[in-house]
């Protein structure tokens, strides 16, 4: 399996979509950074990323300190760091009053109208969710606005869309499993963004997603990401992947920015944290399951990546709680 499919496989990606737009010129809506809502959106969330995909019309979106954007049916926008934005019809349209997110959610997932009266534009609004320690690896590697074509003769068939749009009409309907569907195909709609993100990149690019794409580095962080207790050296994955050391060590370093025992070691910490976390196990079976023989040297390894030993970090993690809500258009409700 290749190594963006193994961290995609234990990051345990959580989704939802919260409205179905139909907004008609003029019209502008703010939305606050992910932080501000992610305890609203998803409780006990500890990173959010916000998507929107446009299925009719046309949008401008800014995010400060960028360049504005526009974007066209068939867009998807993905705000991997969960930025800010704004998304209006034309430039100069000033942001519809705030409504309460809670009594938008509270309604599950349906179609909102705003705006007034002219062209129309309509997309989806939906969120993921994910352990940001386990989720690292793909998201140092995104922009602060990913954005990728899902029509066009060269982007393939809309599929995606297409699925989306009939599972919102599925859950508008309130059809048992509706909103299931929805939740799961928001997941492949980011997965296949990625892969998208990941084909246009280009021939000198650098980082985790660049090293994916390359044949011996992608190679390497499949062998780490599928056997991560393996006791791996470079000289093992050197031999794995048919170079010489010195020559994986330095290829490893130039796309993803440390050394391959590094990399490998942190990754550990974050599948340790996320057993932690979310599970029973002992101390001493999750230092095992991540491969350390001894708990003395996983509790060393642990305080190096946490500050604090494994018992300590376990005993302490707790639920952040609620805050504010999105700024969605009051109109629309």
């Known amino acids: 399996m290749d190594a963006l499919s193994e961290v ?18 003029p019209w502008c809506f703010s939305a606050p950074d992910a932080a501000t809502v992610m305890h609203t959106l998803q409780p006990g969330a500890e ?4 998507f929107h995909l446009l299925i009719e019309g046309h949008c401008r979106m800014e995010v400060e300190g960028e360049p504005p954007m526009t974007l066209d049916a068939g867009d ?35 179609e909102v109208r705003f705006g007034g009266g002219g062209e129309t534009t ?14 690292r690896p793909i998201l140092t590697a995104l922009p602060r606005v990913l954005t990728v074509g899902l029509r066009g003769p060269d982007k393939g068939p809309a599929w995606i869309e297409l699925s989306i749009r009939y599972a919102m009409a599925e859950a508008a309907a309130a059809r048992p499993g509706g909103a299931g569907v929805l939740a799961k195909l928001s997941e492949v709609l980011f997965v296949e963004t990625l892969r998208r ?4 990149l280009p021939p000198g690019q650098t980082g985790w997603l660049a090293g994916v794409r390359d044949r011996v580095i992608g190679k390497a962080l499949s062998l780490m990401h599928g056997q991560p207790a393996h006791p791996w050296t470079v000289e093992s994955l050197a031999r794995e992947c048919g170079i010489s050391r010195s020559v994986l060590a330095e290829r490893f370093t130039h796309y993803v920015g ?4 590094h990399y490998l070691g942190r990754w550990r910490m974050a599948l340790a944290a996320g057993m932690l976390r979310s599970s029973s196990l002992s101390i001493t079976r999750v230092a095992k399951d991540v491969g350390y023989e001894t708990d003395p040297a996983f509790t060393r390894a642990f305080r190096r990546e946490f ?7 376990r005993a302490g993690v707790s639920q952040a709680q609620p805050r504010d809500a999105l700024t969605v258009p009051s109109a629309a409700l």
């Open 122 to 135: 309509r997309f989806i609004c939906g969120f993921l969710s994910c352990d940001p320690r386990l989720c």
């Open 307 to 313: 500050g604090m030993p494994p018992a300590a970090w």
């Open 47 to 50: 990173r959010l990323m916000i």
């Open 258 to 261: 440390q050394s391959p025992m």
């Open 76 to 110: 998807v926008i993905v705000f991997p760091h969960g930025d800010a934005h704004l998304m209006a019809s034309a430039p100069g349209v000033a942001p519809a009053p705030a409504a309460d997110l809670v009594a938008l959610l509270r309604c599950g997932p349906r």
């Open 8 to 25: 995609l496989r234990v990051v345990r990606l959580n989704s939802a979509v919260f409205y179905n737009g139909r907004f008609s010129a």
């Open 197 to 200: 993100y990941m084909a246009q």
